[in-house]
């Protein structure tokens, strides 16, 4: 789409991107945001997004591991 402002003699192009049943990693790639690490390894690797699993990556973040964390999200 380009919208076309005549009195600014200016135009700008607008990007649509329509995602189909799009998984989460999908959705945050098209903000942009990376989904995978060049990183091979890791100290911690937290598996579950509920409330245990993100306190437990949040601590080890905190006390400065490399930390790794996957799950679903919050569920509830």
Request: charged share 15%.
């Amino acid at each position: 789409m380009l919208l076309v402002d005549e009195d600014l003699g200016e135009m700008t192009g607008i990007e649509f991107l329509v995602l189909v049943a799009p998984d989460a990693s999908r959705v945050l790639e098209s903000m942009g945001a990376e989904t995978r690490t060049a990183t091979r390894s890791c100290h911690v690797a937290v598996v579950g997004a509920g409330s245990a699993g993100l306190t437990a990556a949040v601590y080890a973040a905190s006390e400065g591991l490399d930390t790794l964390g996957g799950g679903t999200g919050p569920h509830g």
